[in-house]
């Protein structure tokens, strides 16, 4: 079965910094690109970050830029996303999700080109 499994998230003081993890099951991440997501409260989903499944090719939504970097590991089929520098704005649901098609050439923050979510992970930034 297709399954993706966020894990990492939680407390953090601001400045301070967490690593999430995308356990992906049911396909290779070889085979197809990965995004990052994050939804806070009143607020719509956004793209964070995407990583490509063809070159390892990154993409960063603007307010994530220089603080959080995507990573894969295809051996554990993981994907990590490293949050450095962390704001209170940076509070919400984070998700991992997957491209509906088979190694699309580029990844892209929109929320429409995944089909498959993981169950979310919880980042809170606060003193």
């Known amino acids: 079965q297709l399954q993706l499994v966020e894990s990492g998230g939680g407390l953090v003081q601001p400045g301070g910094s967490l690593r999430l993890s995308c356990a992906a099951s049911g396909f290779s991440l070889d085979s197809y690109n990965i995004g990052w997501f994050r939804q806070a409260p009143g607020q719509e989903r956004e793209g964070v970050s995407c990583?490509?499944?063809?070159?390892?090719?990154?993409s960063y939504t603007d307010s994530v830029k220089g603080r959080f970097t995507i990573s894969r590991d295809n051996a554990k089929n993981t994907v990590y996303l490293q949050m450095n520098s962390l704001r209170p704005e940076d509070t919400a649901v984070y998700y991992c999700?997957?491209?509906?098609?088979?190694?699309?050439?580029?990844?892209?923050?929109?929320?429409?080109?995944?089909?498959?979510w993981g169950p979310g992970t919880q980042v809170t930034v606060s003193s």
């Open positions: 990583i490509s499944s063809r070159t390892g090719s990154t």
């Open positions: 999700a997957r491209d509906r098609y088979f190694r699309r050439d580029y990844c892209a923050l929109t929320k429409d080109q995944y089909t498959y």
